[in-house]
DNA sequence: TCAAAAGTGTTAGCCGTACACCCATGC
DNA sequence: GCATGGGTGTACGGCTAACACTTTTGA
């Protein structure tokens, strides 16, 4: 008892008047036209690692809980109100920020490309769309970026959980949707395109289409429109929408 | 981009110089005897919530990384050094702490019962494991606590987001082996009873049997020591003992 | 005619669930 | 003999992976 309290003290006091900095940090995911998936960032023009890239994040303001914050991030980023974000994990080394301590916690989008303003904030020159590949459960050394882009703080860290957690989440949620350009009015195809990006690996056909009208159509997620689609094939296909949650 | 620029200074600069305190709350679970699944907790002796019983938690220091501050929690709560433990997720809402702004991470560990020691900390007059049942996917109102105790702050929810995500990685996961009292010298029939505890359900011996065999004996995460069981049936069955997990 | 996508069909294997049934033994 | 846990067997249904095959139609 006597251990512990002493140990709980010591660090229970330095803590009380110092406290860290707390960041979010947001990965905007796409995929673009020949199926690369790719995350928004930006690079810093000002130092610590002037010149890098690093995802979009700021410092949380007292008024706000974390996913006001990482809502608020995600519209000066893009413009775009009312998308779903996920709290992704908390990433706290005490030295993953040069400056200070700052806790940060990530929050991950998916969203289709097309129709996005991209701004670049203050303390950046350009956004850009950066593609990425990542080995099957692969490792933060294993991630590959665009063209080598160096990459500021523990982002290699933040961006490999977050497509691993992805990838997981792929198979038993239908998070996959937040990436379709129209959600009322999408082809079996441009699914499985979304798919094959995020997993970066070429997925059997019927076998897909087996998978879609299991388990979208027949739970109720998706419904055909009543419409063919010629946008991919000369042979006409359906298109689908997607249906409200069923709320229980 | 002026709209943008706007909206991100005035968030910005109002946290640059006011940080929010950040804390880890630390779940441990933990099976006893008659089967019930339970979470260490401790009853507050100071306001807020005064007599209200709370997870063990505390602020970090400024030289520890989250999870350090994590095991450090549980080492002064049990003693207990080189557990395996989890983040959760982090709770951050503006007024989940009544005196000031505290963000929250909420760190899992599984413990077997015996052998704890167990010390109120500062701020809390007993400590005490406390049964919790929780439907299937159940939300924080419907989270069944020992006698209806009152809890401080956030921590129905907490404690529903955990059992949740440890129901969800019961399947797909070996985290139940951490409650296993001896992980060298144990039964299928104290594995079983561990599930049946976290699920809150029966389930099949026979099928549970064979899901032990594919899943870890045959994957190489666990083998018969050669030695008989009888401490649960009269007629004799093996005790297993777990393998360091399989470096590849 | 060829390529590309839309579909249908078929196989084999794996897994979870639900049972029926026998074994061993202490009470 | 009865209850309790140990253990084998079996059968069904759902799902995945792999792959063969037909259809449609523009280039």
């Known amino acids: ?22 960041a979010v940090d947001i990965l905007i995911f796409t995929v673009d036209i020949p199926g690369r998936l790719e995350l928004l960032m930006i690079r810093r023009d ?7 890239w690093a995802l979009p994040g700021g410092f949380i303001g ?4 974390l996913d006001e914050a990482a809502r608020r991030k995600l519209k000066e980023e893009t413009g775009l109100d009312g998308v779903e974000i996920e709290q992704l994990y908390t990433f706290g080394a005490v030295d993953r920020d040069p400056r200070t301590r700052v806790i940060s916690v990530a929050y991950f989008a998916l969203l289709p490309k097309a129709s996005l303003h991209v701004f670049p904030g203050p303390g950046a020159d350009r956004t850009a769309w950066v593609g990425i590949s990542l ?31 992805l990838r997981g989440k792929l ?21 499985q395109k979304i ?24 739970r109720g997620l ?8 010629l946008e991919y094939s000369k042979r006409a296909s359906k298109y689908y929408r997607l249906l409200p949650a069923p709320q229980k």
Do not use: W
């Open 171 to 191: 198979s038993y949620t239908d998070i996959a949707v937040g990436l379709l350009q129209d959600k009322n009015r999408f082809a079996i195809y441009e699914l």
């Open 135 to 165: 080995p099957e459960n692969g490792t933060a050394d294993q991630l590959q970026v665009d063209s080598g882009l160096e990459l500021a703080f523990d982002h290699r860290q933040i961006i490999t959980t977050a497509v691993n957690r």
């Open 222 to 229: 998706a419904e055909a429109t009543g419409e063919d689609c």
């Open 46 to 52: 000002i130092p610590p690692f002037c010149n890098a």
């Open 1 to 22: 008892m006597t251990i512990s309290d002493a140990q709980f003290l010591s660090a229970y006091d330095a803590s009380q008047f110092e406290h860290p900095s707390v």
């Open 62 to 65: 007292m008024k706000e809980s």
């Open 195 to 218: 798919y094959e990006a995020i997993l970066d690996q070429k997925l059997d056909t019927p076998n897909f289409r087996r998978m879609f009208l299991t388990s979208f159509v027949s």
